[in-house]
Structures are given as C-alpha cells and as structure tokens.
C-alpha cells in the first residue's frame, strides 16, 4: 500500500466510500462490517463516511453508526485509522437529497456526528456541498467555529468550485486540508480544482472514482458499466482488474490524490486497496491518456 497526507495525518492512498454500505440495496450488517474489516486487513486507513448516508427516513447517521459498530468490533489496531465525515446533506426517504448549509445546522450536525462515531474531535469533518441560499463564507465560517471549538481536528470541503477552494482556504488556513469532488476516467470536470488542490498542498479525495469502468452505487442496480476500454487492455495485460488500472491511473495524476470507491462487498474492497501496489508506466498512461474521452 502507498500512502498519502491530508494535513498532519497519513493514510493509505485507497480510501474506502462507505456509502453503498447505508444507502439503498445496501447488504445486510455481517456483510458491511465484513467489508470494512477487509478493508482494514487490506491496509485501508481511510473511510469516508457521511451523516446523510442513509436509505429511510429517520436513518440520519446509519453509516457513521455503522463504521464506528465495525471499528468497535474489529481485532487489530484502528489507532491510526482516520474516519472522515462530512455534514450539509439531508435524505428524506425518498431517494432525494437535500442541502443544508446554515452554520447552526452544521454545527449541530458536527456535534451529532462525534457522538455517533464515538469520539471527542472528528479526524476529518467535510461540508458535504455548498448550499445557493446560505452565503459560502457563512457556512464555511461555521467550520473555522468547530475547529476553534476543537469539534474537529481538521475541515474539508465537498462538491466545490475553485472560486470556493480559495475562499475557503483563506478563512481556514492550515485548517482545511481536503477537496472531495466527483473525479474518474469519465469525470474530469474537477481539472481545475484537482490542480488548485495540487499547489495549495491539498489531499484531493475523489469520489466516484471508478466512473467509466465500474457501476456507482448512486446509479442503482440497472446502471451500466464499461468494457473493452485502454484500462481494461492495460488490465488484462498486467492480470489485475480495470478498476485497479484506473485508481493507479488516478494516483498517478497527483501526490495529493486519494480515491475513495465505494464498495459493499469484501472482495472489492480488498481488489481497490491492491491498486496502491500498481504503478504505471509513462507508456501505459500515455495509451490511457490517449484513449479518455474529450
């Protein structure tokens, strides 16, 4: 496993997306806690999680309870494992999602999240997307108030313009220490952020990563997948899966990157964290380079 730095922490360079562990078709307890035990037998020291990862109404928090059930349950060491969470988001059991990004609500949220995950200061605590009727500095100051309370020992942002980034960054200073936006072979609409992130020293998780060679947990069950691709020659050349190829090829884009795929199942948890041994040659990112859709 290689390993990467958000802020002061390291962590392995795979991340583990635990949503599809809480959401809709989510599998049942033995096997979320399986998966996060694999992930942690891989090596994985970062999971991303969320307080509105969750199917039903009245679920606010299911994943974070979960994740700190697994973690409790689990033989070895989780001293070094960093749970990051993010707040901002609603599900009201429909399938939709909501955005809320008062600082009232974010702070309260912040607070909740620790006391579900059982600690005194969040790792990582993320504003999961900007809200259009809350003033961004107003819902970003609400993280600077959580750092200065010691709620959180560090702030990320979620779903963000560059425009975003920078603001951000000039309230929290030091304390922001992490980007996650959507960003995958198919995704590359973050270019821009993914480079901000790159100069101002900032870990760069993306979420989604595998888009283009594996089916999101966000496109349910009848959601198509790709074949036949540059990753999926590259893969079968090396004997590894796609979805290795092209989370090597996302480490290879920067220091700061950090995939987090989702998984539900051990075994692909356990394939994921095995791209943190792949690198690529400059002639196998030239082919794949070549081969993205413009």
Request: charged content about 15%; proline content about 6%.
């Amino acid at each position: 496993m290689q390993y990467r730095s958000i802020g002061n922490t390291t962590v392995s360079a795979v991340g583990l997306g635990a949503m599809p562990l809480s959401i809709e078709h989510r599998p049942d307890e033995q096997r979320a806690i399986a998966t996060v035990h694999a992930a942690l037998d891989a090596g994985v020291t970062l999971i991303d999680t969320a307080d509105s990862y969750h199917w039903h109404a009245g679920e606010a928090g299911h994943n974070e309870l979960l994740i700190a059930r697994a973690l409790a349950r689990y033989g070895g060491d989780t001293s070094g494992v960093l749970v990051a969470t993010k707040g901002g988001r609603g599900r009201p059991g429909d399938g939709s999602w909501t955005v809320t990004g008062t600082p009232d609500h974010l702070k309260r949220a912040a607070e909740a999240s620790a006391k579900r995950l059982g600690v005194e200061a969040i790792g990582l605590y993320q504003l999961h997307k900007p809200d259009p009727a809350v003033p961004w500095t107003d819902s970003v100051g609400a993280l600077r108030e959580l750092l200065d309370a010691g709620t959180i020992r560090a702030a990320g942002i979620s779903n963000v313009t560059t425009v975003q980034i920078r603001e951000a960054h000039a309230i929290l200073g030091d304390g922001l220490v992490s980007v996650q936006n959507q960003y995958s072979p198919a995704v590359r609409d973050s270019e821009p952020e993914l480079r901000l992130s790159t100069e101002l020293g900032l870990a760069f998780l993306t979420w989604s990563p595998l888009g283009g060679i594996s089916r999101s947990s966000l496109d349910g069950p009848s959601g198509s997948t790709s074949a036949g691709t540059a990753f999926h020659h590259i893969a079968a050349e090396r004997g590894v899966s796609p979805q290795q190829i092209a989370l090597a090829w996302l480490l290879a884009r920067s220091p700061v990157v950090i995939p987090v795929p989702g998984a539900s199942r051990p075994a692909s948890i356990q394939d994921s964290a095995q791209a943190g041994q792949v690198t690529l040659s400059t002639a196998e990112l030239a082919r794949l380079e070549a081969a993205l859709p413009s």
